[in-house]
């Protein structure tokens, strides 16, 4: 682990990612540390907003759904703090954002669908198990939401790792742990 990963300011980072932290700033209220650790690159912080904000079928109460369930697999705290946030802003309770991290959501059929579709294919590495796959696609879900929720998978995972080896301080409320469920 890469302890004492430094956060660079807006005055050691490229002009371009000075104008996306002045945006950011704005938009958010501050710079996020994990945004913030791209600027280390060139071209990684715009790559990265480049991806997550394209234009995809998945809703923005689904993109919440997949970031805090890959999150919770990759026990990603930075990122299961941030997106209980997003969540929150999106509409959901407390409580169903602990259903959401376990992927087992009793209050919407068809996002319980995509949790554990989502759940499946990061445990297994994209091998998701084929009776979820099918829940999926008959919860209603399309060939253009599985490529999109692929899409919006891949950039969790990148924040995920990407806090896994730097240990950035989180500079969101922390999320609370999940409960060990017992069998």
Known sequence: MMKNFEIPTKAQVSSANQAIFDNLQ?????????????????NALGDYLALQNRKSSIRSKERE?????????????????AHTQFAK?????DEQILEIRRANINFDSKLDALAKLVKSTTERRGHADQDVLNNFFAAGYTKDNLIDIVMVIGDKIITNYLHALTEVPVDWPLAPALERETA
């Open 65 to 81: 759904v997949i970031n805090l369930v890959v999150s919770q697999v990759n026990e990603c705290i930075y990122c299961l703090s």
């Open 26 to 42: 704005a938009m958010v209220g501050f710079v996020p540390n994990l945004y913030a650790i791209f600027g280390h690159s060139e």
């Open 89 to 93: 802003m999106n509409g959901f309770t």
